[in-house]
């Protein structure tokens, strides 16, 4: 029996901590003995065993140093000895990383240790971090240093926030030569787009091999009869709906090209925001409904249903979760053509238009508007069939096990 641990700053909870359980999941329906280690916020079952980083107080002196010093990812050096302790006696057959950042581990310790033991390891690439000096997206300040080198981050102030020292340089450099010090590393983007990003970084002397993320399509679905219940709950019957959807709103994900959007737009249209904070409700002009963020599946899946269109307005995107829920319950989306929201819209679930155009956003959905019934059914099954064929979670894990096969075996 293989034993497979997965490390990533969460377990179970968040998107990443959902996907580390799935795989688990998967692998062990396989006859893998399965692990999880990660440094913060779990309070759920899990298939897996856990293993815990450190403690609440390695994450805060993480945290301190990230802020102060730039330092993330290398702090938590007495956390990461202990669990280097815990991994030497478990002696896995593969370790499967994902988020390094996330203030838990010390990535130098945890590279020396899977080097010096050539533990086969698979990364999956869920941002940019791994591979620049600071910052996990560069696409907004338009900075292409990674591909030679980090220095002066101009994203400082963004996560993971330093407020006193660039130490950009010094991370650009010490990252390059942990991160390439392995021998036997297979490096899993989300996305073609991430795939071909990350060709050009240092980490290009590794394999690529693209996994998209997935969803769970017995969640995500139209919802056809909670459609009245919602509209009515929201105050958006005999509208349009224009729906986005977001965990932290903000100008890099749209949020003023909502508001921008919502000026050409008579009140025949009503644009309904989820995830917004209590700050941004009351800055949104009327005519749009912010909504706090949603734990629950089912009422977020009502609302995709509800929705006539989905815009996803970030133009930094390693993949695009909310575009594909919004597919699979049957809603066309809008997105920008930047990063790698244009490779999941396929001709005839969507649009793809110039970044921050509204003019362009607009006319789209009029076009849409503009379709007879018959042809938006026929688009929103369309939508459907697509994420179903390509996009279920379930699918997508079975694709990592059967990497950790290929590469064991």
């Not at 409700?281 to 409904?289: A, F, R, S, V, Y």
């Not at 110039?354 to 607009?362: D, F, L, Y």
Request: hydrophobic residues 35%; aromatic residues 12%; neutral net charge.
């Amino acid at each position: 029996m293989y034993k497979l641990l997965q490390i990533n700053t969460v377990a179970v909870n968040g998107s990443t901590g959902r996907i580390a359980e799935g795989i688990g999941v998967a692998a062990k329906n396989r006859g893998y003995d399965t692990y999880i280690a990660y440094g913060r916020n779990n309070s759920e079952h899990s298939a897996s065993k856990l293993i815990r980083i450190g403690n609440d107080c390695s994450v805060y002196e993480h945290v301190f140093e990230t802020r102060l010093f730039d330092r993330q990812g290398l702090a938590s050096r007495i956390a990461t000895r202990r669990f280097l302790g815990q991994l030497e006696a478990l002696n896995p057959d593969l370790v499967h990383l994902h988020n390094l950042h996330g203030n838990y581990i010390n990535y130098k310790l945890l590279f020396e240790f899977l080097s010096r033991n050539d533990i086969p390891v698979v990364w999956t690439i869920h941002d940019c971090w791994p591979f620049t000096g600071h910052c996990v997206h560069f696409t907004a300040v338009h900075c292409n240093k990674w591909q030679t080198g980090c220095f002066s981050c101009p994203r400082l102030k963004g996560y993971p926030q330093s407020y006193l020292l660039d130490r950009s340089k010094k991370n650009y450099d010490e990252k390059k030569k942990v991160f390439c010090s392995v021998n036997n590393m297979t490096v899993v983007p989300v996305s073609r787009w991430l795939g071909d990003i990350i060709s050009e970084s240092f980490l290009g002397k590794y394999p690529i091999h693209v996994i998209r993320n997935g969803i769970d399509i017995q969640a995500f679905y139209p919802r056809l009869d909670e459609m009245q219940f919602v509209k009515k709950k929201f105050g958006i019957e005999n509208k349009f709906i224009i729906l986005g959807v977001a965990t932290g709103w903000s100008k890099d994900n749209g949020l003023y090209d909502f508001i921008e959007l919502r000026k050409s737009l008579d009140e025949n249209f009503a644009i309904v925001l989820v995830g917004v904070t209590e700050s941004i409700n009351k800055m949104l002009p009327n005519g749009i409904i912010g909504i706090e963020r949603t734990d629950s599946q089912s009422e977020l899946a009502a609302l995709y249903t509800v929705a006539d269109i989905f815009i996803n307005g970030s133009f930094e995107e390693t993949f695009g979760l909310v575009t594909i829920e919004a597919m699979a319950c049957g809603t066309p989306v809008i997105v920008y053509d930047s990063t790698a929201c244009p490779e999941v819209v396929k001709p005839g679930t969507g649009y793809v238009v110039p970044v921050r155009n509204i003019e362009e956003i607009k006319k789209s959905i009029l076009h849409y508007k503009s379709l007879s019934d018959e042809r938006k059914i026929s688009i929103s099954r369309e939508c459907t069939e697509y994420v179903l064929n390509n996009f279920d979670k379930r699918n997508k894990y079975d694709e990592y096990v059967d990497l950790y096969d290929k590469i064991l075996k």
